[in-house]
């Protein structure tokens, strides 16, 4: 049988490929039905290649594409700095420059004129740009009114969103010297006017910045410019073409010089008013600063009783002019997000404002900084909880840092409540990612260490971050202690300690293992034993009483079938079985009642009753603490006096008459060898030596008396 041609995949690239010509020219060359199956495969398993090739592709374009965003978004970042940077030398080579030349400029009569007579295609520049403003914008007339404010650039524009880059609505933008007014559209159900007053942003609130990005529905948007807002709000606009674009860029460049002149001005009115000029400082012209100085207006009497009007700026004493800069180099440091260097400024800044005369200046550069102070904590606390939220053990450094940061602002109740609920998260999420796997003591292991362990690690760490601060160890201990409550609850209610799910044994097994990672905290000074002790008292005293009144009626079930005779067992390995597992409970003398192989000189309720009660025995001492140790000592003693009560009731009845030595047998094997392994092994576990136990032996006596009562009843 001829193999069927392979098929050509080369030809599907072709851009003109005709599937139904394709496949008419395959079948022609094949001859039988095994060769259409044949190809057919072929092309399901070039099909099912070119899948797994293309996914690997997505996989791999898709984290190549992750990871240039990410560092797109990087540089993006660092090259706002650097702009931000060059933009301030700029400006402030500027002005030195032209303060430096300030009283040797020669005096230039047409620029005198200039200032004096605006030329009249200015004035009728200016005068159609307010009547289309006028036009546009509703109550823009209270804009416009304000004395010594200059327009620079108006506008439609189109905002886009700062996301996703997609359109959201047309606004009309209007720069002025001193401020930035965004207009809305406004309802013109009543026939008004398009625009409407949104936003005004002062100078030195918001800064420019040119954007380039892509927009998923309309691929590139060019001609797009974004504002900064203070404190971190982002706004993007696109112009209609490239010609405005660079008009708003100059625009906004205008602004940033005429600020500049604005501010070289007001030293020029210092030197003409006798004022020194102190500067410590270099200062920084900073695109975020909130320079907004009130100026009050006084009258000065001039000889011969005239008066003027001087425009006098109210200042910080003169030996403490260097910290009027500080609320610009905050607002900086906090746009640049060292946080760092903004504490340390603040503290310098705190010891300055203590030796300050109260004055209106003054009060008002407290408030100014009090501003700042509340951004930087804000700043710092989100940190704190986006740290915790997506991050795990790898970065408490960032949190660390905040938190010291807030410590060293006073803030550190703020700090310590911050701290404490991202290791809560912290706890929460390790114990999420242990899995339950293999037997329940080994899971409750694991998920006891990891949970004590990070609680050694949060002492650490508090410890370190607070260690000048003792006061908030309270706080601490108190959270340890709540979240050590929480975690035993947590394992009561998801039933990894419930009875009836995983047995006595086995809670006895996990609540010795959960008492021993208990004691580890105390390495760093904390002891949470108490804790978790009477937080387990109520479930394990309730555990104890439910097990043993279930022993109890099991007793008092198998006390209705006893003929008190010797047990027999069918086979050598049957009794040896039993030995070894009395053995493992610590009972050698079980061996001595053994006799012909096979038979035990003891009844088969009283080897039932023996194995169960050793067993509870083991249970509750492997689980002690002092809390339950009254339940623990009721439920022992109960149950062996029930089966004690047992023997004796049997000795008066009359149809065990003749298996009176016998009984006593058994009485002699429950005081002689089961009592004094139940005392040792209570006393391994709780240290104490119990009276009501001791008094069990007083039984035997008891119980003989009954039997001589009995024999002289019968003679």
């Known amino acids: 049988m001829s193999h069927p041609p392979a098929p050509k995949l080369e030809s599907f690239d072709n851009p003109n490929f005709n599937v139904r010509q394709y496949v008419d020219a395959t079948l022609k060359q094949l001859n039988a039905r095994d060769d259409i199956r044949g190809i057919q495969q072929s092309l399901d398993d070039a099909a099912e290649k070119t899948a797994q090739q293309l996914k690997k592709s997505v996989y791999q374009n898709y984290t190549e594409f992750i990871n240039t965003y990410k560092e797109i978004a990087t540089l993006e970042n660092e090259l706002y700095e650097v702009n931000h940077l060059l933009t301030e030398q700029k400006q402030l080579l500027t002005s030195l420059k032209e303060f430096s030349f300030l009283y040797n400029k020669p005096a230039d009569p047409s620029k005198d004129t200039l200032m004096v007579e605006e030329p009249e295609i200015e004035r009728e520049t200016r005068r159609k740009s307010l009547t289309i403003l006028q036009d546009q914008i509703e109550g823009i007339s209270s804009v416009l009114n304000v004395q010594g404010r200059e327009l620079i650039q108006h506008s439609e524009l189109v905002e886009l969103h700062h996301e996703n880059l997609v359109e959201m609505d047309h606004v009309y933008l209007v720069l002025f010297s001193d401020c930035l007014v965004i207009?809305?559209?406004?309802?013109?159900?009543?026939?008004?006017?398009?625009?409407?007053?949104?936003?005004?942003?002062?100078?030195?609130?918001?800064?420019?910045?040119?954007?380039?990005?892509?927009?998923?529905?309309?691929?590139?948007?060019?001609?797009?410019?974004?504002?900064?807002?203070?404190?971190?709000?982002?706004?993007?606009?696109?112009?209609?073409?490239?010609?405005?674009?660079?008009e708003w860029t100059k625009a906004f460049d205008e602004m940033l010089k005429?600020?500049?002149?604005?501010?070289?001005?007001?030293?020029?009115?210092?030197?003409?008013?006798?004022?020194?000029?102190?500067?410590?400082?270099?200062?920084?012209?900073?695109?975020?600063?909130?320079?907004?100085?009130?100026?009050?207006?006084?009258?000065?009497?001039?000889?011969?009783?005239?008066?003027?009007d001087v425009l006098v700026e109210e200042e910080l004493p003169d030996e403490e002019e260097w910290m009027a800069l500080v609320p610009e180099e905050l607002d900086m440091l906090l746009a640049q997000r060292n946080f760092e260097k903004a504490v340390d400024l603040l503290k310098a800044v705190d010891g300055q404002v203590n030796i300050m005369?109260?004055?209106?200046?003054?009060?008002?550069?407290?408030?100014?900084?009090?501003?700042?102070?509340?951004?930087?904590?804000?700043?710092?606390?989100?940190?704190?909880?986006?740290?915790?939220?997506?991050?795990?053990?790898?970065?408490?450094?960032?949190?660390?840092?905040?938190?010291?940061?807030?410590?060293?602002?006073?803030k550190c109740s703020k700090a310590s409540s911050l701290f404490l609920n991202m290791r809560s998260q912290l706890l929460q999420r390790t114990l999420k990612e242990i899995k339950l796997e293999g037997a329940t003591p080994i899971y409750i292991q694991n998920l006891s260490h990891a949970f004590f362990y990070q609680l050694v690690v949060s002492g650490s760490e508090f410890s370190s971050s607070?260690?000048?601060?003792?006061?908030?160890?309270?706080?601490?201990?108190?959270?340890?202690?709540?979240?050590?409550?929480?975690?035993?609850?947590?394992?009561?209610?998801?039933?990894?300690?419930?009875?009836?799910?995983?047995?006595?044994?086995?809670?006895?097994?996990?609540?010795?293992?959960?008492?021993?990672?208990?004691?580890?905290?105390?390495?760093?000074?904390?002891?949470?034993?108490?804790?978790?002790?009477?937080?387990?008292?109520?479930p394990v005293e309730r555990a104890i009483s439910e097990h043993k009144t279930n022993l109890m009626d099991t007793i008092k079930m198998t006390t209705k079938e006893e003929e008190w005779v010797p047990a027999v067992y069918q086979n050598r390995s049957s009794l040896q079985h039993i030995e070894e597992q009395f053995m493992e409970l610590g009972l050698k003398s079980f061996r001595k009642n053994i006799y012909d192989k096979t038979?035990?000189?003891?009844?088969?309720?009283?080897?039932?009753?023996?194995?169960?009660?050793?067993?509870?025995?083991?249970?509750?001492?492997?689980?002690?603490?002092?809390?339950?140790?009254?339940?623990?000592?009721?439920?022992?003693?109960?149950?062996?006096k029930l089966q004690l009560r047992h023997c004796e009731k049997s000795l008066k009845m009359d149809k065990f008459r003749g298996k009176e030595p016998f009984i006593l047998k058994n009485v002699d094997f429950l005081l002689d060898s089961v009592l004094p392994i139940t005392e040792k092994k209570y006393k391994l576990a709780s240290g104490l030596t119990s009276k009501y136990l001791k008094k069990l032996y007083e039984k035997k006596a008891q119980i003989a008396d009954v039997f001589k009562e009995r024999q002289v009843a019968i003679v």
């Open 466 to 538: 607070f260690r000048e601060h003792l006061d908030s160890c309270a706080s601490f201990a108190t959270w340890a202690q709540a979240e050590c409550e929480n975690f035993v609850g947590m394992l009561f209610k998801q039933q990894l300690l419930s009875v009836q799910q995983i047995g006595f044994s086995t809670m006895a097994q996990c609540i010795k293992i959960l008492l021993e990672k208990a004691h580890m905290p105390q390495g760093i000074g904390l002891d949470l034993s108490f804790v978790v002790t009477e937080t387990l008292r109520v």
């Open 258 to 308: 005429m600020r500049s002149q604005h501010d070289i001005k007001k030293r020029e009115s210092s030197l003409s008013l006798g004022r020194p000029i102190t500067s410590p400082r270099k200062k920084s012209i900073n695109p975020f600063d909130d320079d907004e100085e009130e100026e009050l207006r006084e009258r000065i009497e001039v000889k011969r009783g005239q008066t003027i």
């Open 357 to 410: 005369p109260d004055t209106p200046a003054v009060r008002d550069f407290i408030m100014r900084i009090e501003q700042r102070v509340n951004q930087l904590v804000e700043r710092l606390e989100n940190d704190i909880v986006l740290s915790s939220e997506r991050h795990g053990q790898s970065s408490l450094r960032t949190p660390r840092t905040a938190v010291a940061l807030l410590i060293a602002l006073g």
């Open 183 to 246: 207009c809305s559209r406004s309802n013109r159900k009543r026939g008004g006017l398009p625009f409407a007053l949104s936003t005004t942003y002062n100078a030195g609130t918001f800064v420019h910045a040119n954007v380039h990005g892509k927009s998923r529905k309309s691929g590139d948007l060019p001609h797009c410019f974004k504002l900064i807002i203070f404190p971190g709000t982002h706004r993007i606009f696109q112009a209609a073409n490239d010609r405005l674009h660079r």
């Open 599 to 640: 038979r035990v000189a003891l009844s088969l309720n009283t080897i039932q009753f023996t194995r169960s009660y050793l067993i509870f025995v083991k249970d509750v001492c492997t689980l002690y603490f002092p809390e339950v140790n009254q339940a623990i000592m009721e439920a022992i003693v109960e149950l062996l």
